[in-house]
């Protein structure tokens, strides 16, 4: 079991990389790269929810959709929740802890109906996730999602450094901005294919 | 039956999620200040960001929780704006100044010509990356309209190929200024109406020959104002409107016509 736990850890972080390989949730981290500790804002953000977000979606799944078998609603079902949760968490954070409300207020919104949450939801509930005989489902799929999510931050901060050092080293006019930075986004997410592999044969 | 299975989940699962959210909003709801909403009312609720903050909900909620006093950085609002935020907040109104935009170039058609045909993507910021543009002065106003297309107010319109302020339309929002990539348009107290109208910083034979009524830093201005409020920096005089008193000397010297009263 603790091996297991290891291994999808590894994993999501650095071989499944959401980000950098399965290329879900582009959107921010385009978006909101530009300084570090907004990156680190946002990346914790995306674990909190990607982790709530399991935490509705998996069982919603297992016991009402496949009980009545809906599981073509997955998709619009799973929005619905996440939405109305993150609207949730969100009134919540702001009456009871204004001050985390504040830093994670804007990105918290932005981030419901990502593709790399809903992502998340949907790949912790795929045959392969499920047949982990040695190790609880629902827990297995928690890792799943914070370990989904901790590679986000991982990807968001490192980018944040690169964004960081071009910005300072002045590239040519024609590609300041948005084309330098996809360059150097792809040439980070093509580093991390490096990882192919890795995690499954460390544990072998 | 089974879509009538499904429309029942959904339904289901979504109203259990609008009735858990509207508890919570009960349940949770935060106090704004009062004030805040007042304020805001009175604000134009363009947005511009004159004032200094995030748009006019940054501003009002900064003078509610009374980290901002001055009532009258509303620049769109005017003196009215202020006045009622003033009223609000139950302090004396500020006197305010009103300011419009004034574009420094005056190269119309018939002041300066073109030295190339330009049939690129109708923009100013376009134009101006290939030779600086399609004028023969690199400095002067493109004509293109960026300016025209950010203004809320209709207060800004190219006239005979130059960028032209309607001064009771104008709000100072400063949009405009921000747009032109030459940097032409700057915000002047309306109270002072006179003005650079050019921003070539060339030497004086070279602006000429591109304009008929460029600056060409001759100081005779300099020379004749009596306050010392304006002054020619790299080839191109420049007024400081702090210490003008509008008396107009300078644009009575100016021997280009560049500086208009």
Redesign the interface.
Known sequence: MFKDLIIIIMTSVLVNNYVLSRFLGICPFLGVSKKTNQAFGMGVAVILVMMMATLVTWPIQRYVLDAFGLEYLQTIVFILVIAALVQLVEMFLKKVIPSLHASLGIYLPLITTNCAVLGVCKNSLTEEMLTKADTPQFLYAMIYAFASGLGFLLAMVLFAGVRNRIAASKPPKAFEGTPITLISASIVALAFFGFGGIAENLFK | M?IL??TA??TA??LL??V??AV??K????KTNPKTEQIRACLPGANCGACGYAGCDGYANALAEEIETNTSLCTPGAAKVAADVAEVLGVAAVEVTKKVALVHCNGSCENTGKKAEYKGPQSCSAAKLIFGGDGQCVYGCLGLGDCVSVCEYDAIHIVDGVARVDIDACTACGRCAKKCPNALISIIPATKPVAVKCSNKDKGAVARKNCKVACIGCMKCEKVCPNGAIKVENNLSRIDYEKCIACGACAEACPTNAIKF
């Open positions: 089974p299975i499904a989940v959904v699962i979504g999620c609008a858990m959210l919570a909003s349940a949770f709801e935060v």
